[in-house]
């Protein structure tokens, strides 16, 4: 059984810095491409960040790129969300992503099948 615990969340002031985790089991971490969407109020989902995963290849999304860095540690099935420089715009649920039945597959965006439940990140201005 696949699952995704993300963990990290919270409220942090415009210009800080938050890092989400999330924890997977039941599935072969180190050859699944992992990542992080996120979901404001009233907008649609939008993609934050992916990485391969080998770790040698990571994708961000144009609102993030230079802000976040995503990481993993195949050793501890564990993929890791930095997010520096928040602004308010960055407020939303984030959620941890696996292509946990797709072994060693390129990197793109889409075609995510494992889902975590969401993780709370508030920035106020």
């Known amino acids: 059984q696949v699952q995704l615990l993300e963990s990290g969340g919270g409220l942090v002031q415009a210009g800080g810095s938050l890092r989400l985790s999330c924890a997977a089991s039941?599935?072969?971490?180190?050859?699944?491409?992992m990542g992080w969407f996120r979901q404001a109020p009233g907008k649609e989902r939008e993609f934050v960040a992916a990485?391969?995963?080998?770790?040698?290849?990571?994708d961000y999304g144009d609102s993030v790129k230079g802000r976040f860095t995503i990481s993993r540690d195949n050793a501890k099935n564990t993929v890791y969300l930095q997010m520096n420089s928040l602004k308010p715009e960055d407020t939303a649920v984030y959620y941890c992503?696996?292509?946990?039945?797709?072994?060693?597959?390129?990197?793109?965006?889409?075609?995510?099948?494992?889902w975590g439940q969401g993780n709370q990140v508030t920035v106020s201005s």
């Open positions: 990485v391969s995963w080998s770790g040698r290849t990571t």
């Open positions: 992503v696996a292509k946990a039945y797709q072994f060693r597959v390129s990197l793109s965006r889409s075609g995510f099948d494992s």
């Open positions: 039941g599935f072969t971490f180190s050859g699944s491409n």
